[in-house]
């Protein structure tokens, strides 16, 4: 039952994604159709409210899946966001919207749960391929979900929506309810998954590190995001047509560049290859904030969405290789913590940069960071 497992695990995943990240671009359209009109000014903050909760929630959730069990979290995680996506359908006023987002933080985390779970019955090479076609999930549902929620909920309340959303966590988790326990031949308690302690050397990379990379990588790259559109009208006077789709365009790379460069990141040069597409990820931060008109704009965008692509599959890798069968739950829980955190404070410096050194200020500070991620994994190389 192993092919079955793998499939609704990726399936309810892509399920649970497309439904929490449809929705955050139109919060201010929901707080001003159902609320007061003050309350627009709280939409940055409402868009925080899931992370912040998501990143205190996961390593505790984490611990928690080791000690009940990985497919039984996994269930819990796709029931907690089913439950917390109809308490914010029900909102009618603006705490209480809150409150249902806050909720979707706590009790969700299909994300970490889907890796853990897939950690404990597939060996290292095959579960870093896996936590890869995780991410394109994640990366497919960050386009398609505005696109379709944007369509479909023309004319209507959007806050409604929330409710056909919790159809698809909680059917995923009913769909993991009624297959089988037994999942194949797990990984033997305490090694390493896999043929990573084979294929990477002892003492390479331990998780405190690999969590520390992943926090320092998402804020480098997250910085760049809550002002990119703003920037480009007012520096380049690009519309704001041409500042999404250019926003989008690094997200999109990842699906088309995700399985080539996959083929070239392996246990062995992992490490290696995430200083070295942080460093490209920094070059193309660098092209968007000096360069002065759109082609150099554009070639800025590619060459980051091609650092993040391989960053990413570099930083998957390093996770299949640091998991161990007894704590994976903590170990996603605790890596997908870092992602969280890192996009919380990514939010909290980019705000605070932009309101007193302009609006490029943001992407200078993610080009240090990247380019301090490069230093540190090469210095602890030598």
Known sequence: ?????????????????????????????????????????????????????????????????????????????????????????????PWEFAFGLTLQGLLGGTFAASN????????????????????????????????????????????HVFFYLAVLPGLAGLVLYLLPTRQGAPVAAGALSGSASQSMPAGTLDPASLYRFQALFTVGTVLTYPYFVIDLAQRLAISAAWAGALFGLPHALFLLLAWPLGRHVNFSNALTALARFSALTCAGLLLQVLGSNLPVLIVGRILMGGGMTGAYLAINTLAAATTRQA???????????????????????????ATSLGYTAPIWLGCALLASLFILIESKRL
């Open 116 to 159: 853990a779970f897939l950690a404990s019955f597939l060996p290292g090479k095959r579960l870093a391929t896996l936590l890869s076609v995780m991410q394109g999930s994640a990366r497919t549902a960050l386009f398609a979900g505005p696109a379709v929620i944007g369509l479909f909920g023309d004319g209507r309340n959007l806050l």
């Open 327 to 353: 704590s994976a739950g903590l170990h996603f829980g605790k890596l997908e913590g870092a992602n969280k955190w890192g996009a919380v404070l990514a939010g909290i410096f980019a705000s605070g940069l």
């Open 1 to 93: 039952m192993m092919r079955p497992s793998i499939f609704i695990t990726v399936l309810g995943h892509f399920g649970a994604a497309f439904a929490a990240l449809c929705m955050p671009p139109f919060y201010a359209h929901i707080l001003s159709q159902n609320f007061s009109s003050q309350t627009l000014v709280m939409a940055g903050w409402y868009f925080t409210l899931p992370t912040l909760a998501a990143a205190i929630a996961n390593p505790l959730w984490g611990k928690l899946a080791d000690r009940i069990g990985i497919r039984a979290s996994l269930i819990r995680a796709h029931w907690g966001l089913c439950f917390s996506f109809i308490i914010t359908g029900l909102a009618r006023t």
